[in-house]
């Protein structure tokens, strides 16, 4: 398939590579035609929505949306970056388990999540019940472990996001040369001014991507924010489409809020661009994992616990349990084969597609300027909240429909209401961790293999095949499964496009959460991380082959 | 050229076998296609009834919101034959986005009161649901209520109720204008903000889940959550949740009634099995679905003298508030401004 796409696209462009860049154009025109649907929708009329926005809503809403994300960005930044040091730079007990066991919250969506730690810390859940038993206090002392509020989507939000940082980050630590860190040791630096001042400022780009990854999951949010009551942006953008019956209105904050997201990536690019992080290409001595004993062992494996049981161990069992509950209440319904079924095929076929066009253009950009423009523009719909990029993508597939009408190529709706269409919202949603893995990938292979392969004869797509593939394979799989997990779990885009008589788990977890509790939809919930597990433990067996 | 030849003859291949297909099956059986917003759980019944009845099958989608926006960008496509919703206003909101089309039918007509349904039949109220009060079953002195006392500074931090903006209590406020003004409703608003145990979100279920779990004392709630819980159909720990709350079918202090709102259906503009549509519809208002509306949901039947379930009958009698359904959505951009305006859900 590969070697075919490569193939076909190196004899339609011979030398130019012009056959390249008309492909990444259009899929990156394809996976920004929603945002252009929205722009088109943001420029009519929403009346006096404004002034009103500006007096009540938007205050109000920055503010949450700006702490959130500083909450968020705080806890992934330090559990992610830390344990991914833990893990690389020292040995302890229990260290290959974590290594794996760290990505293991990425299997849970926020909205299990929230619904999760909602009933674990609500009064007649079982921590409260133990500490009330424990101290005789009452409900109204606990207060502070009410999950309906910031403090608690910020918890929630950052306890199954770090995974992104510490895939990033451990990525980071393990390619970098031991020389930097043996140097800094020997000048006498301790193991904190090591990870300070040497470890953590050459991670930057790695540990930037992880972040702005789980800070774009955190911004688009709507599942956990809007169930604890925390009123971000995007529940504002929700409300005003829902409630004030402004699609126009919704549109409009959704692009303001796409354009501040965009600015900050590029001043976070620019103010790293004097620097310079080439890898050296030649495999580097690696850096030497310092055992780890008595005391300082059991405070390494302490921290590296913490993470993992309350992203997932904590949330796990606790679905494991209401499911077994639900299991002798309701038994097993049928249709949940059929759906486990569903949202596979449909995640795997997805990534499928989502890969090979994020393969095209990571591929343009490394051949220039423009393609690196198209790899920015195809990453936008990542910055946007899955429903309104659905809302934004249901005329562009009616106008698609209407045109292969026209051409006589199908009759009626071909995408719309259509699982192609779900593929499309997908695409267009998470292109950004598909194009975007794989040119960072790219981006550690020096360009002088390039030419020394086409000075030995080889086509652009013999290079391809005989040096990019191999060496960019590791950080292909690691997007592809990433993609897959992001797949799975998606739900705004999946509940509006999808076609008639046809869910997946996420959807049956919603019909059933829908009726106010999601305890029903238990055993579906546990489902989605079980089937999401199996990404999550091929991406953890993939990096540790990769250290 | 080439591609562009294949590509059309493997449509056309696909296309010709799906055409057979379903020509085998509109053969064999009939079909009817269901958007819908209503929860997949509680219309399923329903639908299972009237297949067995009729014969047509049933296919639907489940959405959460963008019913309007996915048929309408669907257009004369769209395999959308019956849009079924919650909350009128969501039903006005189809009828002015165009996607419905009007219906004229005996069968509706005389099961249907006439404020409940559309005057040109774009859209039919098919059951209601009152909007209660949960209060600590301990609270012995507590045996009426007003939606006005909500705001009374007794209750302070003692209140619980899911977001302001949720459409439920968007028509709750909505009605509170029609009766009151904007501004009386404001100051209630503010009143019923100051007096919250928690933040306003999550679902109705939850206020009787807070009350056992000792976080508030009384809330707002629909009225059907209260027979899924307490018939045991929730399972056993919603059962302990009602086993902590007592049922108050409030009125307005003007002594009116309780406020209600409907789920309803309409047929859509495109509807390519349009009589199957009506058909559903009047199915829907027939004794038999009115008794599952009531016995399965704990829904109030919309057909005059049709049962309700006993559950729902020991809340004591509904008087429902007479204010004009198409007032009470007039007054839903409104509702929507006070609730951020005094910032109810922050």
Known sequence: ???????????????????????????????????????????????DLWPHLISYVLPHALTQTALLLLGVSLIVVSLGTGSAWLVTAYDFPLRRMFEWALLLPLAIPTYIIAFAYLDLMHPIGPVQSVLRALFGLTPRDLRFLEMRSLTGCIFVLGIVLYPYVYLF??????????????????????????????????????IAVGTSLALMEAINDIGASEFLGVQTLTVSIYATWINRTSLPGAAQIAIAMLVVVVALIVLERTARTRQRYAAEASRARRLQPVRLKGPMALVAVLLCLVPVLLGFVA?????????????????????????????????????????????????????????????????????????????????????????LNRLGLVSGMFLSGSVAALIY??????????????????????????????????????????????????????????????????LPATLLLRPLAFETLATHLYGEAARGTYEDGAIAALLIVLFGLIPVILLARLSRKEG | MNAAKSLRRWL??????????????????????????????????????FTKESGIQVKTVAL?????????????????????????????????????????????????????????????????????????????????????????????????????????????????????????????????????????????????????????????????????????????????????????LPTFADGSGTQVNVSGAAVAKHAPNKDNAVKLLEYLVSDEAQGIYASANYEYPVKPGAAVDPIIEALGPLKVDATQLTEIAANRKTAAELVDKVGFDE
């Open chain 1, 315 to 403: 949330p796990a069992l606790h679905l494991g349990n209401e499911a077994w509950k639900r299991l002798s209440f309701a038994g097993f319904s049928s249709r949940l084969v059929e759906e486990t079924l569903n949202t596979m095929l449909l995640a795997g076929t997805a990534t499928l597609v989502i890969i090979l066009a994020g393969l095209v253009v990571a591929f343009t950009a490394r051949q220039s300027r423009l393609g690196i423009q198209l790899l920015r523009v195809a990453s936008l719909g990542y910055a946007v909240p899955g429903t309104v990029l659905a809302i934004g993508l249901l005329w562009p597939m009616a106008a698609l429909d209407q045109g």
């Open chain 1, 169 to 206: 980050a451990r990525a980071m630590f393990l390619m970098q040369a031991a020389s930097m860190v043996d140097a800094a040791r020997m000048l006498g630096a301790g193991p904190l001014e090591v990870f300070f001042r040497v470890v953590l400022p050459m991670a930057r780009p790695a």
């Open chain 1, 1 to 47: 398939m590969r070697s075919f796409l490569a193939t076909a696209l190196d004899r339609s462009s011979s030398h130019s590579g012009r056959g390249w860049q008309i492909a990444a154009a259009a899929i990156a025109f394809l996976v920004v035609l929603p945002i252009l649907a929205l722009l088109a929708i943001a420029t009519q009329s929403s009346g």
């Open chain 1, 425 to 490: 919202a997908y695409a267009a949603r998470f292109m950004a961790i598909s194009a975007g893995g794989i040119e960072a990938g790219l981006a550690r292979i020096p360009p002088t293999y390039d030419q020394a392969a086409r000075m030995l004869g080889r086509t652009r797509a013999g290079t391809i095949r005989a040096i990019h593939l191999p060496l960019v394979r590791p950080a292909l799989l690691t997007a592809a499964l990433l993609v897959f997990v992001d797949c799975m779990k998606e």
């Open chain 2, 64 to 248: 959460k919101d963008g019913l309007a926006e996915r048929v309408a960008s669907e257009g004369e496509n769209s395999p959308a034959d019956v849009l079924m919703t919650v909350d009128f206003g969501n039903l006005v909101d189809l009828v002015e986005a165009g996607v419905t089309q009007p219906v004229k039918s005996e069968a509706l007509e005389s099961a249907i009161p006439a404020n409940l349904r559309d005057a040109d039949g774009n859209w039919f109220a098919l059951s209601l649901r009152a909007r209660v009060l949960y209060a600590d079953k301990d609270l012995n002195d507590l045996t009426s209520f007003t939606y006005e006392e909500l705001a009374d500074p007794k209750w302070d931090g003692k209140v619980c109720i899911r977001s302001g903006k949720h459409p439920y209590n968007i028509a709750l406020i909505s009605t509170m204008i029609a009766k009151d003004g904007a501004e009386k409703t404001e100051a209630w608003l503010e009143g019923v903000k100051n007096n919250l145990a928690r933040p306003a979100a999550g679902g109705d279920r939850d206020v009787a889940r807070d009350i056992l779990g000792g976080i508030c004392e009384i809330g707002i709630a629909n009225s059907y959550y209260v027979g899924l819980m307490r018939s045991g159909k929730g399972g056993p720990e919603q059962e302990e949740w009602a086993k902590a709350i007592k049922v108050i």
């Open chain 2, 12 to 49: 056309h291949g696909t296309m010709l076998a799906g055409a057979a297909v379903l020509a085998a099956q509109a053969a064999q059986a009939q079909e009817v296609n269901i958007y819908t917003t209503r929860e997949p759980g509680l219309i399923q019944p329903l639908l299972d009834a």
